[in-house]
C-alpha cells in the first residue's frame, strides 16, 4: 500500500494534514460567513462596515463601546489565519505619514518585499489588506469579488 509522504519521507496522515480543523473551518466559512458574501448587496454592507472603522476605534467615556456585526467579526478572524508567505502586512515607511503594503517571505528572517501600494492613514492600508484577503477567500470557493 503506498502513501503520500512529505519531503522527509513521512506519511502525510490525515493528522499530519490537519484534516479536521480544515474540514471544521471550511464548515464555518460555508455556513456562517459565506451566506453573507455572494449576495454583491451583503457583501457591501461588510465591507463599508469595515471601511467606516478598519481599526476598530477605541471605547469613548459615556458612549457604548464599539461592536462589529457578528459576520464582520468571523470574516476578520477567518482572513487573519492565512500563510505566512506572500502574506499582505503593512509597513510604516514614513512615520504617521505614509503606510506601504507589503509581503512576507516564505522564511523567517528573509527580507520583507515592500509593494508600491502607500496610503496615507494606518487604517486605508488596513482595508487594503481586508480586500486582497476577502477576494483570495472569495475566489477560492470560486466566487468572483
Known amino acids: 500500500m503506498d502513501h503520500e509522504t512529505d519531503a522527509h519521507g513521512i506519511p502525510l496522515t490525515a493528522l499530519r494534514q490537519d484534516y479536521a480543523f480544515k474540514a ?3 464548515y464555518n466559512v ?3 460567513i459565506l451566506p453573507h458574501l455572494v ?3 451583503s457583501r457591501a ?3 463599508a462596515e469595515h471601511k467606516a472603522d478598519p481599526l476598530y476605534s477605541p471605547t ?3 458612549e457604548p463601546a464599539p461592536i462589529y456585526s457578528q459576520v464582520l467579526v468571523r470574516l476578520i478572524d477567518k482572513l487573519r489565519v492565512v500563510q505566512t508567505a506572500g502574506k499582505h ?3 510604516e515607511t514614513e512615520p504617521g505619514r505614509e503606510y506601504t503594503i507589503a509581503l512576507l517571505p516564505a522564511t523567517r528572517g528573509e527580507t520583507v518585499v ?3 501600494e502607500t496610503y496615507a492613514t494606518r487604517g486605508e492600508a488596513d482595508h487594503a489588506i481586508f480586500l486582497k484577503r476577502l477576494k483570495a477567500l472569495l475566489a477560492s470557493y470560486g466566487i468572483e469579488m
Open 24 to 26: 471544521v473551518d471550511d
Open 45 to 47: 454592507r461588510v465591507i
Open 60 to 62: 469613548r467615556p459615556g
Open 30 to 32: 460555508r455556513m456562517y
Open 89 to 91: 502586512i503593512i509597513v
Open 114 to 116: 515592500l509593494t508600491e
Open 39 to 41: 449576495d454583491p448587496e
